[in-house]
């Protein structure tokens, strides 16, 4: 359920750029969201349609692009991408060194809105 406030929070992002650029609809609303976000693209788009009717985006449809997890190493500094099943396990891929820092993966982000 942690998706309805953040999907809250996206709407009012949405409403506010499409409002002060004159946009009579938005379509559709691509997002960037990290593989490590629990968040459940079927659930952003049903409490999108939910909290977005009698808007200017009721009916736009959410894209959603799931960036990678990336890491830094603590050893070298290295930065590298990293799989979601291998979390517990993190080694450097350059010089073998044994967990790292996340520099993202847990993101979400709006990417672009397409408008009329």
């Known amino acids: 359920m942690h ?3 953040i999907t809250e929070s996206i709407l009012k992002i949405v409403l506010k750029h499409a ?3 004159g946009v009579r609809k938005v379509k559709t609303v691509h997002l960037k969201i990290g593989r490590l976000s629990d968040l459940e693209d079927e659930w952003i788009q049903r409490y999108f349609n939910y ?6 985006a009721e ?7 799931r960036t990678p997890i990336v890491m830094r190493c603590n050893g070298c500094s290295g930065s590298y991408e990293w799989e979601l099943a291998k979390m517990d396990d993190v080694i450097c891929p350059a010089c073998g060194g044994k967990g790292g820092t996340l520099l993202s993966g847990r993101e979400y982000t709006i ?6």
């Open 111 to 116: 990417k672009e809105m397409e408008v009329e």
């Open 19 to 21: 409002e002060a650029n």
């Open 59 to 65: 009916g736009a449809k959410i894209g959603i692009e």
């Open 3 to 5: 998706e309805l406030p």
């Open 51 to 56: 909290l977005s009717k009698g808007t200017l």
